[in-house]
């Protein structure tokens, strides 16, 4: 749609731009389609081209007359191709080459009331070529952050081992030939206490309090 449109603007302009090209001329000037009007010289240095206009403005006692190139060498009227006595007779060049107009009255265009328009063609206007139209640019497409489909593997979570609910007794250290009697005693912790919630941390440091009471124990003997 837009090129259609692009098209029919390009068509627009080259027809305005014929148009404003075109010349109205009225002929004859301030003095008109009249006898006493020097129309040789009043041509002269004119160049008419297709789609100009001759405005003709005379009294009741003219007419305007178009014949071929016969009646306007004779001034005769024989053979004319139109005839018009309106007072105000518009013709529009639509062809390129020569044009004949005369007074119909008798003795006026021998009397040098008579005019010979060639008619140049109209300059070829170049047709405009609609611009290209630029491809679309969409807004760049963000990838997506990859979903996990359900096969992925997802995050382990990693739960210490539950420590044994006996705490480690006590090692026997050997003296001179006696063995050291442990002295830690196994305090099981009930189901669902802090100590088995708060995992393998929390009893290793009980074993190590324990191991340390030992040797206290040992060295005060």
């Given at each position: 749609m837009a090129r259609v449109a692009l098209v029919g603007v390009a068509i627009i302009a080259a027809l305005c731009i014929q148009h404003s090209w075109a010349v109205q001329y009225d002929v004859g000037g301030s003095q008109g389609w009249e006898a006493t009007t020097d129309f040789k010289t009043w041509v002269s240095g004119k160049q008419f081209k297709v789609g100009d206009t001759l405005v003709f403005k005379y009294g009741s006692?003219?007419?305007l007359d178009e014949v071929d190139k016969a009646g306007y060498d004779s001034c005769s009227t024989a053979n004319a191709i139109s005839s018009a006595s309106d007072g105000n007779t518009v013709v529009k060049l639509t062809t390129a080459g020569k044009r004949y107009f005369i007074c119909g009255t008798a003795g006026h265009c021998p009397g040098g009331m008579k005019l010979e328009v060639d008619s140049l063609a109209a300059l070829a206007t170049a047709?405009?070529?609609?611009?290209a139209l630029a491809p679309s640019v969409g807004a760049p497409t963000i990838p997506s952050s990859?979903?996990?489909?359900?096969g992925a593997p997802t995050s382990a979570t990693i739960s210490p081992s539950s420590p044994s609910d006996s705490a480690p007794s006590a090692a026997k250290i050997p003296s001179s030939g006696a063995a050291v009697p442990s002295t830690s005693r196994t305090s099981p912790s009930p189901a669902g206490?802090?100590?088995q919630r708060n995992g393998a941390t929390v009893n290793g440091i009980s074993g190590?309090?324990?191991a340390g009471a030992a040797m206290v124990a040992f060295l005060m003997l």
């Open positions: 006692l003219h007419t047709p405009v070529a609609p611009p990859p979903t996990p489909s359900d206490s802090p100590s190590v309090a324990l």
